[in-house]
Nanobody, 117 residues
Framework: QVQLVESGGGLVQAGGSLRLSCAVSGIGFIIGSMGWYRQAPGKQRELVASDVIGGTTNYADSVKGRFTISRDSAGRTVWLQMNSLRAEDTAVYYC???????????WGQGTQVTVSS
């Protein structure tokens, strides 16, 4: 059974930093990508950053230059380093693993990030 467990969320002042972690277990397939999404109240879930295995990393325009995604070589942990946080970064952040064949998304339970201005 695939499990994704996020940690590292919390309350931080604007301009501060947080590092999110996602521990992945139960993977028995080829991973296409690992990434982070977020959902703010009243808004749709949106991509924050993704790491395509063997490919490129992608970032939302709003976080470029401030957030960095990384993972271990085994694909068992993925991190999101968030610097220069803004109030508009407040959201629930979800870890995502995308299976290549057949395509399927797996999600963590989410971790709350609150940035006070």
């Amino acid at each position: 059974q695939v499990q994704l467990v996020e940690s590292g969320g919390g309350l931080v002042q604007a301009g501060g930093s947080l590092r999110l972690s996602c521990a992945v277990s139960g993977i028995g397939f080829i991973i296409g990508s690992m990434g982070w999404y977020r959902q703010a109240p009243g808004k749709q879930r949106e991509l924050v950053a993704s790491d395509v295995i063997g490919g490129t990393t992608n970032y939302a325009d709003s976080v470029k230059g401030r957030f960095t995604i990384s993972r271990d070589s085994a694909g068992r942990t993925v991190w999101l380093q968030m610097n220069s946080l803004r109030a508009e970064d407040t959201a629930v952040y979800y870890c995502n693993v995308r299976r290549s064949i057949p395509p399927r998304d797996y999600w963590g339970q989410g971790t709350q990030v609150t940035v006070s201005s």
